[in-house]
């Protein structure tokens, strides 16, 4: 496959520097490519550095003054988010070949199952009853849906996902594999020394334009529902307890477990192998950093990080002082002495021991 | 589906305060309910605010004395326990549908294997040779059980979860998806620099009424046995290694890890996301915090918290003065300031310098 | 089954001390034993308290000079490296049962795969097109295999696992259940307040000898490469993210997770539940502790701990530290006090405030 500088920036929507009739053969990362493919840079650390790709185009943002001289070798295309821009190229470079739509033999289909147009559904599917399947749906092999579930448009379910019954997942969904939709939540009612299972009657919903990791777990709502907002993206591992609500928008990184009832805002960012307690809420555009453990509730737009959290300024200063803990332990001690130095005369007069400690 | 409250005492033994025909059509949580559900309040934050819930009807301890003017308008039971009594009613409005008794022709069936009355195997189930299912068994759909193992009766497993060989299952445990039992333990000899596998011969025993959570794995022994009492229930996505025993009604949360050999007592709590290291015992009715790294072993009763773990009163007034070391630290420098004013006259007349810090 | 010790010691090379033609039935731990069978002692623990073990055979290093009167119930076998020898009895004592070659017809297979000699393909496989499978593979039952994968000779695929298309699995590796290779890494470009996803269209590539524990995700390069070195170990629940290479003979314990393009070194030990940052490096031979956050790069041959990390040895001492907070403050205050006292005499005099903390 190639195309020229010229086709790509009409693609793109890019004003070019350089020679426009120069033909693209592929993409590639900044530092892993060669002559005919093309790359971006969008930080000062690349934008600084542009002789050191090898690739013969180069995305870069609007904004960026380029030094003529250094680069006349280079095709560059301006945009306003070169990320984006080039992404874009690679899903054109790379278009994702879809299997033809059709329903495999092997698949087990319940009753009053409701299948769209133009949906794949692979070997070893199995779709309990009262399930309703949306258009251009594709269901990879081993996934399991349970009864009266509803999977939305142009979703894609991947290998070996389990979903329970009663979820609603929405249109332009992907699932990673391996996961776990709607398993009962951790509840139980102590009763003398057992625990008794509380039965989970709730569901999951899951909104549009989500993307769920591999090996995550969330879990149905006890009597309510748990539910993922629009535009929500989970990394691997997650674990999303019953009844626990997430803004549209919200990133949340691998291993990251939010406990029962909690509610996160929107635009929240949680960094990985953090932990949210229950019951409590994380407000809108806040970010927890990684490795966090949550405890109580965090204020809208507040970057919280320590075990437990606290404003990550003042966790920046504290974990600097902790590794430093044996330094200032030993100031401690030396003051001490000194004291016991001047209080020497003072005790001698008064005869007043004040050497308790 | 309806029950007057009158029928509704008679099945959880309840006395009732207000009109006894009332008739409930739904069982519901406290703040999302409507004038002909029943809910439950258990707890003063509850209790002292039953004007805040819609439900016509709730469910409250025997030792509540009802300030009898603000509810005449809904209808109280007294129970002992009012959670249990509420999710009894839920599991009545609320039955659990099961699938007809059978083995579905998609599923495969090894060799000398034996399955009880009223048994479920769905669809994609591989039971491999020289396996006991009991009666009452549900297989749900790509779950594979492997050579050797026992099932009890009345068990639950739920879609694609893997049973490895040898494992023994007890009588009524739930195991929820993608959960693996007996995979092989992390266990090496280092060779030069290579690792060599040990064989792992041992398996997985898990008791009765057991609950498993989502995405657990749980690594038979070496040689001998890693053991799950009865009544223990798990959270998502934990880990449990090689040869640890944990014992009965143990509760262990969401995405915490056990080394191997270790040994958890009876009736303890681990809440989430905590380690617990190799070859120790943590005490039986021992509570591990959340976020927990627990180092070495913990005495019975013990309420244990921090990384590593400590006295759980002790962790309280750590973190309290980790948070608030920049003033401690400034408040120290300040002493050191005034202890040199404070020398000053001493060194001007000794000429002795301790100024060295 | 029976070997004299005559004919063990044979087999893994060991000059015998005591009756070589006494008869070993069965292999087992130090503790758990009876008097038929073998078991090893490596370390002092064991080696100086041989009489605990009911075994009649313990295999002792070479090294042990043995305190003779006390042993002479028990034969001793000695050799370089006794814990490997014993494995390698488990493994002769112990032989596994590999099934029939040859393709399920519940298997679902695409076009243009080539299988090779010896192969076993269980029910419920899947395996996408221009798939090559080499010599002697054992693929169990519910495992997917996606389109372009190889898959090398003599490699173990557990059930249910997940094996995304382009993945390329080396030889003898072992993948166990419900882990998922070649997962989109979680790449996202924000795009107003939406994230916008960026094509996967890079790979994982897994070296020979590896193990791969139960529900992993390893997720494959954005453009480039996810690398997992030859004779790697992973543990359970680990999360690999896109990009990271993982150097030869490195040991990654359960519910680690590696964050996008870090590189980790050979031959390290990352321990239980820590996290590594992104784009960092993790030298050759560095160990990082249990519950450990690398927030930046570690030298070669270093050990880290703690959250964030630093050298295991000052980590030591500042733990040590952090639980004696309580008592380090109370001697702040006990010192402030005592210096207010000293100043008291000077304030009289110069009138002067020092006294504002």
Chains 1, 2, 3 share one sequence.
């Not at 693609?11 to 426009?20: D, E, H, L, R, W």
């Not at 009663?166 to 951790?186: A, P, R």
Request: charged share 20%; aromatic share 6%.
């Amino acid at each position: 496959m190639g195309l020229s500088v010229k086709e790509i920036a009409k693609i793109i929507n890019a004003s070019i520097i350089g020679n426009s009739d120069f033909v693209i053969r592929g993409v590639s990362s900044f530092h892993d490519s060669n002559l005919y493919d093309i790359t971006f840079a969008s930080d000062s650390k690349f934008l600084n550095n542009l002789a050191q790709t090898c690739a013969g185009a180069v995305i870069i943002p609007d904004s960026h003054i380029v030094d003529g001289d250094s680069f006349k070798d280079k095709v560059l295309l301006k945009v306003k988010n070169p990320k984006i821009s080039f992404f874009n190229l690679v899903s054109i470079f790379h278009p994702v070949k879809r299997k033809k739509p059709g329903i495999h033999p092997n698949s087990d289909i319940g009753i009053n199952v409701k299948i769209g147009k133009n949906c794949i559904v692979q070997s070893n599917v199995v779709i309990g009853d009262n399930v309703k399947i949306n258009d251009n749906v594709h269901l990879m092999p081993g996934t399991y849906i349970g009864d009266d579930v509803v999977i939305g448009a142009s979703t894609l379910i991947k290998p070996n996902v389990t979903i329970m019954e009663k979820s609603i997942i929405g249109d332009n969904v992907v699932i990673h594999s391996g996961t776990t939709i709607g398993s009962d939540g951790f509840g139980f009612a102590q009763n003398s020394e057992k625990h008794e299972k509380l039965i989970h009657t709730g569901y999951v919903k899951i909104g549009n334009d989500v993307e769920i990791g591999a090996g995550n777990t969330i879990d149905r709502g006890t009597l309510g529902t748990t539910v993922i907002g629009n535009g929500v993206k989970t990394d691997n591992l997650v674990h999303i307890a019953h009844n626990v609500k997430v803004g549209d928008n919200t990133l949340i990184v691998a291993q990251v477990g939010i406990a029962g009832s909690t509610t996160i805002g929107k635009n929240v960012i949680i960094a990985g192998k953090s932990a949210i307690t229950g019951h409590i809420k994380v407000g809108d555009g806040s970010i927890v950093g990684p490795f966090t453990g949550v405890y109580s509730s965090v204020p809208e737009n507040e970057i919280v990080s320590g075990i437990p959290h606290m404003p990550h300024k003042r966790w920046r200063k504290v974990v600097s002082i902790v590794s430093r803990l044996p330094e200032i332990r030993k100031k401690l001690f030396s003051i001490e002495k000194r004291i016991k130095t001047l209080e020497l005369p003072y005790k001698e007069s008064n005869n007043n021991n004040h050497d308790k400690e």
